[in-house]
């Protein structure tokens, strides 16, 4: 076994710093029997596809087999490393002088703000989309749209743009999907096509002490009675320029921060037209584009980013109601 499957399988000690954490170590004992079979959903993106900035489409069609049989699939150097370190930079900027301790206290002011305490040392925050956040690359890559668009139809919308900020001594998140069923009336939404997906870009490389994403692969199509085995979850590394494709329905687990480094991961859910998310963003925007910054945006692609366009327009409007003109940072209530 090479060190790089090791690794993926889990091998090693973890520590639990929580009650949470009373079900990690059996994890790594469910690992050795989950073997190779994660492969089938990591999709290894060329470096010939990544210049042109399209799959093949036996790739293609691993990407979107993926996300219909296991709920999930990972693209292996869909974004270059260049590009990953220009995302982090920006991260960097607009939020690196700010430890957890920090955070928290902005989590607990009123709103409107952008953070939002999701647990212990982790953050889900909105930031500023400006700089390299407003490149299309990040939210339009044709590699991204070329197998989202195949599963969610022409007419998507992207429905936020988040990072999600685990510091040292973040304990594991607790298990859950994206979503309340759509549908609960006879396990109905189990057999539906995806209505959302969520993309998480890791902004930094993400290995087992930092902790990934934890995949319950194929929960989506679990009735509800049936329960997530700490012992059967899947787990990967991953690198920069790696991106992680995860259907609305599918369980998952943010994994502890066991390391000394934070973890930024980008967090942007894509979604059918006349799906939004109200659930995970009350009280807050779900992405902070500048109405100019959107006028600007090829014709094109402002379809896709029509949600960017309204949340200004609630800004806008909300300014006006409250007889002010909003600030640079002011996001909508």
Same mark, same amino acid.
């Given at each position: 076994?090479? #060190?790089?499957?090791?690794?993926?399988?889990?091998?090693?000690?973890?520590?639990?710093?929580?009650?949470?954490?009373?079900?990690?170590?059996?994890? &790594?004992?469910?690992?050795?029997?989950?073997?190779?079979?994660?492969?089938?959903?990591?999709?290894?993106?060329?470096?010939?596809?990544?210049?042109?900035?399209?799959?093949?489409?036996?790739?293609?069609?691993?990407?979107?087999?993926?996300?219909?049989?296991?709920?999930?699939?990972?693209?292996?150097?869909?974004?270059?490393?260049?590009?990953?370190?220009?995302?982090?930079?920006?991260? &960097?900027?607009?939020?690196?002088?700010?430890?957890?301790?920090?955070?928290?206290?902005?989590?607990?002011?009123?709103? #409107?703000?952008?953070?939002?305490?999701?647990?212990?040392?982790?953050?889900?925050?909105?930031?500023? @989309?400006?700089?390299?956040?407003?490149?299309?690359?990040?939210?339009?890559?044709?590699?991204?749209?070329?197998?989202?668009?195949?599963?969610?139809?022409?007419? @998507?919308?992207?429905?936020?743009? %988040? &990072?999600?900020?685990?510091?040292?001594?973040?304990?594991?998140?607790?298990?859950?999907?994206?979503?309340?069923?759509?549908?609960?009336?006879?396990?109905?939404?189990?057999?539906?096509?995806?209505?959302? &997906?969520?993309?998480?870009? #890791?902004?930094?490389?993400?290995?087992?002490?930092?902790?990934?994403?934890?995949?319950?692969?194929?929960?989506?199509?679990?009735?509800?009675?049936?329960?997530?085995?700490?012992?059967?979850? %899947?787990?990967?590394?991953?690198?920069?320029?790696?991106?992680?494709?995860?259907?609305?329905?599918?369980?998952?687990?943010? @994994?502890?921060?066991?390391?000394?480094?934070?973890?930024?991961?980008?967090?942007?859910?894509?979604?059918?037209?006349?799906?939004?998310?109200?659930?995970?963003?009350?009280?807050?925007?779900?992405?902070? @584009?500048?109405?100019?910054?959107?006028?600007?945006?090829?014709?094109?692609?402002? #379809?896709?980013?029509?949600?960017?366009?309204?949340?200004?327009?609630?800004?806008?409007?909300?300014?006006?109601?409250?007889?002010?003109?909003?600030?640079?940072?002011?996001?909508?209530?």
């Amino acid at each position: 076994m090479t #060190p790089w499957i090791a690794t993926m399988l889990g091998a090693g000690s973890v520590r639990g710093n929580d009650e949470h954490e009373s079900w990690w170590p059996a994890c &790594i004992a469910g690992l050795n029997r989950i073997g190779l079979r994660l492969m089938d959903w990591v999709i290894d993106v060329s470096k010939t596809e990544r210049g042109r900035s399209v799959l093949s489409p036996q790739s293609a069609e691993a990407a979107c087999r993926a996300l219909r049989t296991q709920g999930a699939a990972v693209l292996r150097g869909a974004f270059s490393k260049v590009f990953i370190a220009g995302l982090y930079k920006e991260f &960097i900027t607009q939020f690196g002088a700010m430890d957890a301790a920090a955070m928290n206290v902005r989590a607990k002011s009123p709103p #409107p703000h952008p953070f939002l305490k999701t647990g212990g040392k982790r953050f889900d925050i909105v930031p500023r @989309m400006a700089g390299v956040f407003a490149d299309p690359t990040v939210y339009a890559h044709p590699i991204l749209l070329q197998v989202l668009s195949t599963v969610l139809g022409p007419k @998507m919308r992207l429905g936020g743009f %988040t &990072i999600v900020v685990s510091f040292p001594g973040a304990s594991v998140q607790h298990i859950h999907s994206d979503h309340s069923p759509l549908f609960p009336e006879g396990d109905l939404g189990t057999v539906l096509p995806s209505y959302a &997906i969520n993309v998480n870009v #890791p902004l930094v490389d993400v290995d087992m002490e930092t902790g990934p994403t934890g995949v319950w692969l194929g929960s989506h199509r679990w009735p509800a009675s049936r329960k997530a085995a700490p012992e059967t979850v %899947t787990r990967v590394p991953f690198r920069r320029g790696d991106c992680l494709l995860l259907d609305y329905r599918t369980i998952h687990s943010g @994994m502890p921060n066991q390391s000394r480094r934070r973890r930024p991961i980008l967090y942007m859910p894509y979604a059918r037209g006349w799906f939004y998310d109200d659930e995970n963003h009350k009280g807050r925007p779900t992405l902070d @584009m500048p109405l100019d910054t959107y006028l600007a945006l090829p014709e094109s692609l402002r #379809p896709l980013l029509l949600r960017a366009y309204t949340q200004a327009m609630r800004a806008l409007l909300a300014a006006e109601i409250a007889g002010s003109t909003p600030s640079s940072r002011e996001s909508p209530d």
